[in-house]
């Protein structure tokens, strides 16, 4: 019989203590909703948008977790594009006076963006934390893929693709001089 695993969390271990921490099935979705992405349960903010230091509820130190300015791009590309498109429609269709735009869209596009925000902060943290889990998962580990680093070797030449100039180029690290040499 096959049991149904995908919707149940598992019981695992957290690395820093002894405690037994709950592992959400979808860490995205919890992120998403502003809760861990490891357990689901601990808030992931304080505040609007500053992200707590650790979970509470399991631990999950939140400082290897940086998201940048990546969600904040994207919520401008994302509300302007809508807004603007918008905007342009009700132009061409009903030529309203330019003081109806002012007075529509400029609170529309900051609601939008204040709305969307913090979503899509929680978004970007969820997808960092589940790409984080799947390469340190065993089952990756196991097979090799951890990067090695190789003197002289550069992205490309791991990969396997063509070698770019900046393969041929001496490394930096092989010109400087180290302690041994004297």
């Known amino acids: 019989m096959i ?32 809760r861990c992405p490891r357990c689901g349960q601990g808030r992931l903010f304080d505040g ?17 977790i940086q998201t940048g300015d990546g969600p904040a791009s994207f919520i401008m590309q994302i509300a302007g594009f809508l ?4 905007a342009l429609f009700v132009e061409i269709k009903f030529h309203p006076p330019m003081w109806v735009h002012l007075v529509v869209w400029i609170p529309l596009v900051i609601a ?5 925000m913090r979503p899509g902060r929680g978004l970007m943290i969820g997808f960092q934390y589940r790409n984080q889990i ?11 893929t951890a990067r090695s680093v190789v003197e002289g070797a550069t992205p490309d030449s791991e990969r396997g ?3 770019s100039t900046a393969s041929r180029s001496p490394s930096p690290v092989s010109l400087r001089s180290t302690g041994e040499d004297r």
């Open 3 to 34: 049991e149904e695993t995908s919707n149940t969390p598992e019981a695992a271990r957290d690395e820093g203590s002894s405690r037994a921490v709950v592992v959400c099935a979808d860490p995205v979705r919890a992120a998403v909703r502003g």
């Open 48 to 64: 609007f948008l500053k992200v707590r230091p650790a979970c509470e509820a399991c631990g999950l130190d939140y400082s290897t």
């Open 83 to 86: 807004v603007g498109f918008s």
């Open 112 to 116: 939008l963006s204040l709305a969307l």
């Open 134 to 144: 799947d390469r340190s998962s065993p089952a990756e580990r196991g097979r090799g």
């Open 161 to 163: 693709s063509a070698p």
